[in-house]
């Protein structure tokens, strides 16, 4: 890993940990935590840990920030908006910025540079990962979903229960 890289991710991610903590909106604190959650998943990219990433972006980023999210927009009511729109002018400039982006993945799809040949397993990779679950560590795996699904229909039956 480069010092460079190591050096911008850095930045962001105690950049986005500040925001987070100095902003009074909690939407834009949560904004503020996806982009550090982002920015740790790309730090485990330059570690050459792509497992690690994908687990911090699907999970994370992506499950953690949309429940913090949703549970800010639903226990925290909004404003109405009302007036013009200040942002109209900013709202036409997206559609040719769009478009160029459209064009750019449509060339770089095409290319075949991102669809380069198979890269060969990494000793102790996703793969090596998945083969030892689905095979060793199989019914321990499914015994750890079922009692999830059981604690997820528990928590359902105690919040029906409350209401």
């Known amino acids: 890993m480069s010092l460079f890289t190591f050096a911008v991710l850095a930045v ?3 950049g986005s940990a500040a925001g987070l903590l100095l902003r009074r909106n909690p939407i834009h ?3 503020f935590l996806v982009v550090n959650l982002a ?3 790309a730090l485990f990219l330059t570690l050459r840990a792509e497992f690690l990433a994908a687990v911090q972006v699907i999970v994370y980023a992506g499950a953690i920030a949309v429940l913090f999210v949703f549970a800010i927009m639903v226990l925290i009511p909004g404003k109405e908006e009302t007036g013009p729109d200040p942002l109209r002018g900013q709202r036409w400039l997206a559609v040719p910025i769009v478009a160029v982006f459209l064009i750019l993945l449509a060339l770089g ?3 075949g540079v991102l669809g380069s040949a198979a890269k060969p397993a990494v000793p102790g990779g996703a ?4 083969r030892v679950l689905f095979t060793d560590y199989l019914f321990p795996f499914e015994v750890t979903s079922v009692l999830l699904l059981a604690a997820i229909v528990g928590v359902m ?3 029906k229960r409350r209401a």
Do not use: D, K
Request: glycine share 16%; charged share 5%.
């Open 12 to 14: 962001l991610a105690i």
């Open 29 to 31: 604190g949560a904004l």
């Open 39 to 41: 920015t740790v998943a």
């Open 109 to 111: 799809l095409g290319s």
């Open 127 to 130: 793969e090596a990962l998945g």
């Open 157 to 159: 039956a105690l919040t």
